[in-house]
């Protein structure tokens, strides 16, 4: 399944390659789905999630979403594996969202 806007991977100033807007993406839009296999191992582009019931799982990543980069003050959010723009994000913008209070501590240790 693709994602519902035009994205772009390529070097990021924030971490290695992040994921980019290639068109206007307006605030509450869906910019795509997290793609990949379902894990309960931690690795690089494990997204985890937790579900209605308050398991939480992995999803180790296979698409262009799995460069998204960590800001405090992130332009997108995830719910559940799908990820929606927070504010309009410009065309040439990285999308960006917070990776969880356990990233912002291990990150300030």
Same mark, same amino acid.
């Given at each position: 399944?693709?994602?519902?806007?035009?994205?772009?991977?390529?070097?990021?100033?924030?971490?290695?390659?992040?994921?980019?807007?290639?068109?206007?993406?307006? @605030?509450?839009?869906?910019?795509?789905?997290?793609?990949?296999?379902?894990?309960?191992?931690?690795?690089?582009?494990?997204?985890?999630?937790?579900? *209605?019931?308050?398991?939480?799982?992995?999803? !180790?990543?296979?698409?262009?979403?799995?460069?998204? !980069?960590? @800001?405090?003050?992130?332009?997108?959010?995830?719910?559940?594996?799908?990820?929606?723009?927070?504010?309009?994000?410009?065309?040439?913008?990285?999308?960006?969202?917070?990776?969880?209070?356990?990233?912002? *501590?291990?990150?300030?240790?």
């Amino acid at each position: 399944m693709p994602n519902m806007h035009k994205l772009e991977v390529r070097k990021s100033g924030i971490h290695g390659k992040g994921v980019y807007a290639i068109e206007l993406i307006e @605030a509450g839009a869906k910019i795509g789905t997290y793609h990949g296999e379902i894990t309960d191992e931690d690795d690089t582009y494990v997204l985890w999630v937790t579900d *209605e019931d308050g398991k939480e799982y992995g999803v !180790n990543g296979t698409s262009d979403l799995k460069f998204l !980069n960590h @800001a405090h003050e992130p332009n997108a959010e995830f719910d559940g594996e799908e990820l929606y723009a927070l504010r309009d994000i410009q065309p040439g913008e990285e999308i960006t969202f917070h990776y969880g209070e356990m990233f912002v *501590e291990w990150l300030n240790s």
